[in-house]
């Protein structure tokens, strides 16, 4: 010990020998060890938990999914079924003619809606497609001083 009170760390190597120091060395490898496996060991169980707790809530979603699409289809065929009901009044009590007005309605519109979407989704598709080449066409004017329609025009002159 030295005048002060503290240790001179070569004074503390010396009274320590090399079997001591080794010892100590693996036992502290073995506590690094088993920390190092509680650490990966919690890791590994928090991801367990995270992909358990993401398959609960797709679960969850599709029953939600399927118990929508139920009350839609439940609502489909109460409404046609009333419409059929409803014509077979029209149509003095005969049921058949109350149900194939009532499908053959059905199917016109679902026919003609479906049309009218399609033509309309092309039609922004097509104009969509134009104004996307027409900024392109001003972005070589700008570059180049020229489009690809203006050099395709100079081409066939």
């Given at each position: 010990m030295s005048v002060n009170g503290s240790t001179n760390p070569s004074e503390h190597e010396s009274d320590s020998s090399a079997p001591e120091a080794f010892d100590r060395l693996l036992k502290q490898v073995a506590e690094l060890r088993e920390y190092v496996t509680y650490f990966v060991s919690a890791k590994t169980d928090s991801a367990r938990l995270?992909?358990?707790q993401v398959l609960m809530w797709v679960a969850l979603g599709l029953v939600g999914v399927i118990a929508i699409c139920s009350v839609v289809a439940t609502v489909v065929v109460l409404l046609l079924t009333g419409l059929a009901e409803?014509?077979?009044v029209v149509f003095d009590g005969r049921v058949w003619l109350g149900n194939i007005v009532a499908g053959l309605l059905t199917l016109a519109i679902l026919?003609?809606?479906s049309f009218i979407w399609v033509r309309k989704w092309r039609k922004s598709s097509q104009m969509r497609t134009v104004q996307r080449y027409e900024q392109q066409q001003l972005e070589q004017q700008a570059a180049f001083g020229r489009s690809v329609a203006e050099r395709a025009a100079?081409?066939?002159k």
């Open positions: 995270l992909v358990q409803g014509l077979t026919g003609l809606g100079d081409l066939q």
